[in-house]
C-alpha cells in the first residue's frame, strides 16, 4: 500500500540545477528518516543525503555544499536541490523511506549531467 514516487529528473548541463521530489502515498501512521541514493553504471548504489523527522541532514562529502534535502512532514514529501552539477552526478536517483518500521524504495528517476 506504501508507495514512493520521484519525479524531477531530467537532462541538465554541467554547472546547472535540478529539483527532485519524492512523494509518499499509502497508509502512513509514521515516517522516520527520508533520504536519496543514487547509483550510477556499473557501480554501487550510494547515499546522496538523509533527513530525519527532526530535520538534522546528512551529506557525503561528495554534495556537501551543492545538494540540499528537505522534507515536509504534513505533505510526507522530501526533495533534493541538486546545484553546481557534474558530470560524475550522472546517475538514477532513488528516494528512500522508512515508513511504518520499515524502509521502502522508489523506482527512481534518472539524472544525465552533460559536459
Known amino acids: 500500500q506504501v508507495q514512493l514516487v520521484e519525479s524531477g529528473g531530467g537532462l541538465v548541463q554541467a554547472g546547472g540545477s535540478l529539483r527532485l521530489s519524492c512523494a509518499a502515498s499509502?497508509?502512513?501512521?509514521?515516517?522516520?528518516?527520508m533520504g536519496w541514493y543514487r547509483q550510477a553504471p556499473g557501480q554501487q548504489r550510494e547515499l546522496v543525503a538523509t533527513?530525519?523527522?527532526?530535520?538534522?541532514?546528512n551529506y557525503p562529502d561528495s554534495v556537501k555544499g551543492r545538494f540540499t534535502i528537505s522534507r515536509d512532514n504534513v505533505k510526507n514529501t522530501v526533495s533534493l536541490q541538486m546545484n553546481s552539477l557534474k558530470p560524475d552526478d550522472t546517475a538514477v536517483y532513488y528516494c528512500?523511506?522508512?515508513?511504518?518500521?520499515?524502509?521502502?524504495w522508489g523506482k527512481g528517476t534518472l539524472v544525465t549531467v552533460s559536459s
Open positions: 533527513a530525519a523527522t527532526n530535520g538534522r541532514t
Open positions: 499509502g497508509r502512513i501512521f509514521v515516517i522516520n528518516v
Open positions: 528512500n523511506a522508512g515508513i511504518n518500521g520499515v524502509n521502502y
